[in-house]
């Protein structure tokens, strides 16, 4: 039996800090902050800024240039998954949209394995000897591998991962 875990972030903090930025930029936008913003955009828009319809439109491209990055960003951190499989073959993971393909380390390339209750890093991280691939974890399995590299994948399984690899680490 093979272990499978599927990651994501929790999409609720990413909510509320978006509503917090949304506030902010609009309440900069409302009361005549970015005033040079402002201007460029109704010159190149072809518009003034003398509370004409133009001046309305220009305050809604305006809110929604500043808006759309935060957008962007929220919608990239809800698409972010981390897949773990540890089976007779090694362990497979993936961190998606940034890692298209499945990466298997074979457990003839680790050295020895270890699971901690703290990580160093962040998402995807890569340091120079070592790799980190964690989602808002507590845990970490450490994988010292043969070519001096750590590879470290967050997990919020630690029984199930610790017994998955007592079970197949050893046989092969």
């Given amino acids: 039996m093979q ?6 972030y929790s999409v609720l903090p990413l ?4 509503c917090v930025l949304v506030s902010v930029i609009f309440i900069f936008l409302r009361y005549g902050s970015w005033t040079a913003l402002k201007k ?15 001046d309305r439109m220009n305050k809604k491209l ?7 990055p935060f957008a962007l960003i929220v919608v990239y951190f809800m698409l972010i998954r981390l897949d773990t499989r540890i089976d007779e073959q090694g362990v497979h993971y993936k ?6 393909d499945e990466r298997t380390i074979g ?15 962040g998402s995807r991280y890569s340091g120079i000897q070592y790799e980190v691939y964690s989602i808002d974890d ?3 399995l450490y994988l010292f591998l043969r070519n001096s590299k750590i590879l470290i994948i967050g997990t919020k399984k630690p029984d199930e991962i610790t017994r998955a690899i007592s079970r197949y680490r050893w046989k092969y």
């Fill in 62 to 68: 305006l809110f929604a240039l500043c808006l759309s």
């Fill in 15 to 18: 909510v509320a800090i978006t």
């Fill in 138 to 140: 507590k845990y970490g």
């Fill in 95 to 100: 961190m998606w949209p940034s890692q298209w």
């Fill in 107 to 121: 457990w003839d390339q680790i050295r020895r394995t270890e699971l901690r209750d703290n990580i160093v890093g």
């Fill in 40 to 54: 460029t955009v109704a010159r190149r828009t072809g518009g003034s800024l003398d509370g004409t319809p133009v």
């Fill in 3 to 8: 272990f499978i875990e599927t990651q994501k």
